[in-house]
């Protein structure tokens, strides 16, 4: 978990990220929210905010305590799809 943590402080350094939708489903999956991490009533990612996120420790307890296996609880934002993440693969093999 240490590289991985170690992985994640380094991405604040950087002033722009590329495929951000795939940092932005990362974080839908942890359970933060379009308001939480996007810029106003857009699906672009506040990346000055989100990078914030990312160095919270809470952020890392999120991200081990995160359990890919089973039904999750409560009902999932139309936005946090797994086909959305898997659309965006496809198009960047595309290209």
Known sequence: MLA?????????????ICHQDFLQNLLFFLGYTKEDINNADTNVLNWKHTKNLLSQENFFDKLEGYDFKGPKEGKVKPYAFVNRLLEKMEEDEEK
């Open 4 to 16: 991985i943590k170690e992985w994640f402080l380094l991405l604040k350094n950087y002033k722009i």
